[in-house]
């Protein structure tokens, strides 16, 4: 957590400016570009909880690659795995390997709606293979999600993420671009809104193909689902005979070895997983009923199509496996869920004791500060109004203070296993000091 003097940081400057000539924005994604916040930055090593820039500048790590590392950065036995698979080749392209049958079996023992799984490499591509797979299995087009709710980049359900107060309700695409079909046969609806449901399934129940979510919203912060909504979701599901779709690409392995559908005990038609399945290594899976699956493993000229060249390589495979193994074996989750509860309280007092209008929303290893709002968020319509520019300026003086979050005021701060006591010490202390500044 030690920094060099700003005038110092000339190399992460150099680069970013470089960078620009060659790359949109600088970076890989609009996002990333969004984390230079108070100034460009280049880094090049990360170990534990720690981020090192080019200028030898150190920061304690809340962002975490937007989730991914669970276990902290270069994690010896993860990293060690995904060694000894690369010496037996990186990918094979063809039959099957022991890897892809080991980190299968994992997820259909940790995951209980899951009987059989494909593999990818990201949380999009996953969203999108269940898709096709539930328009597949009713033979219609139309699926529902929800306002806040992020499933992946494609057309599919690029919609209404982060709708404008005049664009609530209605079918907000976030990309130009995007395909105008794709964006009229995906519906929108509040969370957390069983009514909204309902009407949808009496108007388009004959035309939907399936309901995607993030159990718990994590893409706006964190909306944690009342119990029967996620209930009534079910219910109108099965009753429909229309796939129910999680997305547990944040929450599978960050909150839980068996995911929000075990901690909530609704058990989804089709799961996909990604990000903390392999602690940053580039691994995801969509999982789920052997009926729906089965419908993907033909021969290309029938049935579903889930393709891709680097699908189940074996560094990403072996570090998936090493990964659930570790967090089963040594309780990872209840060890950041404790510490998490740790964070949010300690700067619940702080807004309080500083007078600071604003809430601290979260839920087990995921936490983030709103300001200028209050309540418990419910829908992504409860988020709107927070304080955008307030919160710009606390993950500055945060990130002056050796903090690195994304200043993205909607996004969220993520925790590890290798995040402690003198990191939780350290951080309240300097969000003590930026409060009472700001």
């Known amino acids: 957590m030690t920094q060099k003097s700003t005038s110092d940081a000339t190399e992460s400057e150099r680069i970013v400016n470089r960078a620009r000539n060659v790359i949109p924005g600088g970076a890989q994604t609009g996002l990333r570009a969004q984390a230079y916040g108070t100034g460009e ?3 090049e090593r990360a170990k534990d909880a720690t981020l090192t820039t080019v200028d030898g500048d150190e920061y304690t790590d809340y962002h975490l690659g937007f989730g991914p590392i669970i276990l902290g950065h270069a994690y010896d036995s993860v990293d060690d795995a995904a060694r000894r698979a690369i ?5 094979y392209g063809a039959g099957t390997a022991p890897l892809e049958v080991e980190v299968a079996e994992r997820l259909v023992e940790q995951l209980p709606s899951v009987e059989q799984v494909n593999f990818c490499n990201s949380g999009s591509e996953a969203t999108y293979h269940a898709i096709r797979l539930a328009r597949a299995a009713t033979g219609n087009e ?9 499933h992946g980049w494609h057309d599919y359900v690029d919609v209404s993420v982060y709708p404008p107060e005049d664009g609530l309700g209605e079918q907000y695409p976030e990309s130009e671009g995007m395909l105008s079909s794709a ?3 995906t519906l929108v609806v509040p969370f957390n809104d069983s009514k909204a449901v309902e009407d949808v ?3 388009h129940g004959d035309d939907l193909a399936g309901v995607i979510l993030e159990p718990v919203p994590h893409s706006v912060g964190c909306i944690l689902p009342r119990r029967e909504f996620l209930q009534t979701l079910r219910e109108l599901t099965e009753e429909a005979d229309v796939p129910l779709i999680f997305d547990e690409v944040i929450s599978g392995f960050r909150h839980s070895p068996n995911g929000a559908q075990g901690e909530f005990g609704v058990k989804p038609d089709l799961t996909c997983v990604a990000k903390a399945l392999g602690n940053g290594y580039p691994v995801a899976a969509v999982g789920g009923r052997e009926e729906l699956l089965s419908q993907a493993g033909g021969d290309n000229k ?9 699908s189940g390589n074996l560094p990403g495979l072996a570090a998936a496996r090493e990964t659930i193994d570790t967090i089963v074996e040594e309780d ?8 998490g509860d740790d964070y949010r309280a300690g700067l619940r007092d702080l807004l309080a004791d500083r007078g600071v209008p604003g809430r601290v929303v979260g839920h087990r290893s995921i936490f983030s500060i709103q300001f200028g709002v209050t309540g418990e968020p419910e829908s992504y319509e409860d988020i709107l109004g927070l304080d955008e520019e307030k919160f710009r300026e606390f993950a500055g003086g945060m990130r002056e203070r050796g903090h690195f979050f994304t200043p993205n005021p909607y996004k969220r701060h993520h925790l590890s296993f290798a995040h402690g006591e003198e990191h939780l010490e350290c951080y309240l202390d300097d969000a003590d000091d930026v409060l009472a500044n700001l």
Not at 303 to 309: D, L, N
Not at 332 to 339: A, G, H, I, K, P
């Open 302 to 310: 029938s049935g579903v199509v889930i393709s891709g060249t680097y």
């Open 183 to 185: 964006v009229e046969n």
């Open 142 to 150: 139309k699926i529902l999600k929800f306002e806040g709710c992020y």
């Open 41 to 43: 930055i280049a880094f």
């Open 201 to 203: 399934f009496r108007d």
């Open 87 to 91: 010496d037996g080749g990186v990918l």
């Open 332 to 339: 990872v989750q209840s060890y950041v869920t404790d510490l």
